[in-house]
């Protein structure tokens, strides 16, 4: 047994906790279903820096736009309320037939919701020194330290006129897509009958960022596949919800989907068995730039 997951007993113990599964280990955290006076809950321990600075951003953003924390340690290991379901927006955006194009749709619009709802909850000091800036964020990518595929560089320089900026700056989840943002509490699909409201559907898993609300979206454009996004008409689509949903500017939206595609596969550059991935990113962001109605001028 290793020490995360020895780690559960104590806490087990503290917060009156009974096992409700096996835990799971990945190479950041220890993920351990429990109840508490039988209701279904999440613990989650962090092994690296990130989770620990997600864990405790979640902790302070209190349900407001993310997953309930019943308590959390200053550690970053938080218990939160478990999911109805984590697969819903993923099915919804992967659906085929007719109404495919709506069924995505519907999870886009919940995206932007649940990104929105993020960036008002109150920044607290302590929450906006511990974020990690996007211009950090993107180093790898607008500041390498090794040579990238030249492929990368419109992408490249697209990310730097955007981090050049001077907008508002918000405290950002860093990673909202199809997995990081559930459904608590309702029944049924993403559409229909018994969907849930807007607050039904919170965030989890937070990176703690610090930028333009612009980026917290454009993850969504990419997922839960390049292949599902590269889908004829998705792009613009996705694009066209997005700003509707957040008031961004269309173009912006886009550049900021291009600026991340370059990011994601400057951080698998090197990765022979990401090739596919890293080649889908490339058709998907210049895909973003095709659509920009500002035909990729400056912003």
Do not use: Y
């Not at 997922?223 to 599902?228: D, H, K, L, Q, V």
Request: net charge negative.
């Amino acid at each position: 047994m290793t020490d995360a997951v020895a780690q559960l007993g104590p806490l087990l113990a503290r917060w009156r906790l009974d096992p409700d599964g096996p835990a799971v280990r990945t190479a950041s955290s220890v993920l351990a279903p429990v109840r508490r006076d039988g209701a279904p809950l999440m613990l989650k321990v962090p092994l690296v820096e990130e989770e620990r600075r997600g864990g405790r951003l979640m902790a302070a953003w209190a349900g407001g736009g993310a997953a309930p924390v019943l308590a959390s340690d200053a550690d970053g290991t938080v218990l939160m309320a478990r999911a109805d379901d984590p697969g819903i927006l993923v099915r919804e955006a992967s659906a085929d037939g007719s109404d495919a194009d709506a069924r995505d749709d519907r999870a886009t619009r919940i995206l932007a919701r649940a990104a929105a709802r993020l960036h008002r909850v109150p920044r607290e000091a302590p929450v906006v020194a511990e974020a990690v800036p996007l211009a950090v964020w993107f180093r790898e990518l607008v500041e390498p330290t090794r040579p990238l595929p030249r492929a990368l560089d419109r992408g490249a320089a697209v990310a730097r006129e955007l981090l050049a900026g001077s907008g508002s700056a918000a405290v950002l989840h860093g990673d909202v897509h199809h997995g990081n943002v559930l459904r608590f509490g309702g029944e049924g699909s993403a559409g229909g009958d018994g969907r849930g409201g807007d607050d039904d559907w919170r965030a989890i898993d937070p990176k703690g960022l610090l930028g333009d609300p612009g980026f917290d979206t454009a993850n969504v454009l990419a997922n839960p596949t390049p292949a599902i996004a590269l889908r004829p008409g998705r792009l613009a689509r996705r694009a066209r919800v997005i700003a509707e949903e957040t008031g961004a500017d269309l173009d912006t939206v886009l550049a900021w989907a291009e600026a991340w595609c370059a990011l994601s596969a400057a951080w698998d550059a090197d990765d022979a068995a990401s090739r596919p991935r890293v080649a889908a990113l490339g058709r998907l962001g210049a895909l973003a730039r095709d659509e920009r109605p500002g035909g990729g001028r400056p912003l």
